[in-house]
Structures are given as C-alpha cells and as structure tokens.
C-alpha cells in the first residue's frame, strides 16, 4: 500500500481522483483493494497519517492471520491490524509493538518475521512484493515499492530487540 504521509488528499502516492472512502472508482483491483484495507486501518488507527502501511500475509501453511501492518520510523512501531481475506474487514482491536513491549524480533526467512510482545503475543508474517489474498479467486495486491521501504525499516527493527 502506497505509504501514508497525510490524508489521502495530500498523499502523493494516491491517484487524485480517487476518493478511498467512495465505494466506486476506477482503480485497478490492487489499488481498490489497497483502498479497502487502508479504511480497515484507519478505522481504528488514531494519527493513522503516521503510519506507512503494507499487507503481511501468514509466514507459513500452519500461521493464521492476514494484517493491515501500519510502521512508523519514529517513534519505532510495528500495527497489526488483523483483516478477513472474504470480507475485507478488520477482525479484531489492532496490536502496537514498540519500544515498551517489544520481546523479540526475528527473520525467520527470506521476507518471513517473528515479532513478539512482552505479554507473550507473536505474531509471524510475511510481507512480498506481491501479497496474494485468497478468496474468490485469488486477488494480488501490487506493493513492490512499500516492500523496499518495509525491508528498510524491518532491518532497523530487528536492531530493537
């Protein structure tokens, strides 16, 4: 998801004549998507314009969990805001790891990390260039450029621990 620096309206990285809380436009599936999972975020997220914003997908066969990853460079935090793949919705309160309840951080392979909290919640994940979400047919969602940014950040992060 095009990385969030303002609101939609000031967000370079958006079409202009997009609106994403319109439920038509004329954007590709992955941007409409991108749309769809950016409002799952934002409503929950207070100062959601802080925030870069990319889908981390389960990190293996056997991990649940789909997320609308919201990561800020300063201060340091990692939100996961879980999402079900069939309705696009947000499933449950977001979790914020940062410096106060960051347990650990690892790369469990290429593009594949464990994140954990003080209060004994993990969370395993992948973030690709391309996120394939399954469901009626299955829908990829183009991120290539938020992954270089994300690898960035993640390789600071993993500093954190």
């Not at 004549?17 to 929950?44: C, H, I, N, W």
């Not at 947000?90 to 347990?103: F, H, K, Q, R």
């Amino acid at each position: 998801m095009t990385s969030d620096r303002g609101s939609p309206d000031t967000n370079p990285g958006l079409d202009p004549g997009l609106d994403p809380y319109k439920e038509s436009s004329t954007a590709t599936d992955s941007d409409e998507m991108k749309l769809v999972l950016r409002r799952v975020f934002e409503s929950q997220i207070p100062n959601y314009g802080d925030y870069n914003l990319v889908c981390a997908t389960p990190a293996g066969d056997e991990e649940p969990g789909f997320y609308v990853l919201g990561y800020r460079w300063r201060p340091a935090e990692l939100v996961f805001a879980p999402f079900d793949v069939d309705s696009l919705a947000g499933l449950e309160a977001p979790t914020a790891v940062n410096t106060t309840n960051l347990s650990h951080t690892d790369e469990l392979a290429a593009d594949a990390y464990e994140v954990g909290t003080n209060t004994g919640r993990i969370f395993r994940f992948s973030v690709e260039p391309q996120a394939a979400l399954p469901g009626a047919g299955t829908r990829m969602l183009e991120q290539a450029a938020d992954w270089e940014d994300f690898r960035s950040f993640v390789d600071s992060y993993l500093e954190l621990a």
